[in-house]
């Protein structure tokens, strides 16, 4: 095992087998929906990076989990607006779904301790 880990350790990983994604521009007739990716119209996109370019335009990065696509663009504010709504809308739902699955997942556990009591299979040394 040690033979094994030494070896390991001498073992250079070639930096060029890596691919790094590039960065495409955001098609034009798609610049005012951010949230849905040009290439496999999935409404998972998200940024990864903003700043102000200057008082009414924005510099985004976006990425698409589901195709992996990479992007960006200036965007004006009112672009930038709708797809900070859009963003918002996303994590209502989330949050609405994790509240139902915490839910049925307390249930779930209530259930099953409950069971076990009446089965007697919990003793007073378990806690």
Same mark, same amino acid.
């Given at each position: 095992? %040690?033979?094994? &880990? ?19 521009? *955001?098609?034009?007739?798609? %610049? $005012? ?6 290439? #496999?119209?999935? +409404? ?6 903003? %700043?102000?370019?200057?008082? &009414? ?6 990425? #698409? ?5 990479? +992007? $960006? $663009? *200036?965007?004006?504010? @009112? *672009? @930038? ?8 809308? $996303? ?10 699955? &915490? ?6 556990? *209530? ?17």
């Amino acid at each position: 095992m %040690a033979e094994e &880990t030494t070896r390991s350790r001498h073992m250079r990983i070639d930096a060029s087998s890596f691919s790094v994604p590039q960065r495409a521009p *955001v098609p034009e007739r798609e %610049a $005012g929906a951010l949230d849905i990716c040009p290439c #496999c119209s999935s +409404g998972l996109v998200y940024p990864t990076d903003w %700043a102000p370019v200057n008082p &009414t335009n924005w510099s985004v990065e976006l990425r #698409c989990p589901d195709c992996e696509w990479i +992007g $960006g $663009g *200036v965007f004006a504010q @009112v *672009v @930038v607006d709708r797809f900070d709504e859009a963003l918002d809308s $996303g994590t209502e739902q989330l949050l609405t779904d994790l509240s139902l699955l &915490t839910r049925a997942n307390m249930e779930d556990q *209530v259930e099953r301790f409950a069971a076990a009591l009446w089965a007697g299979d919990i003793q007073p040394e378990d806690f």
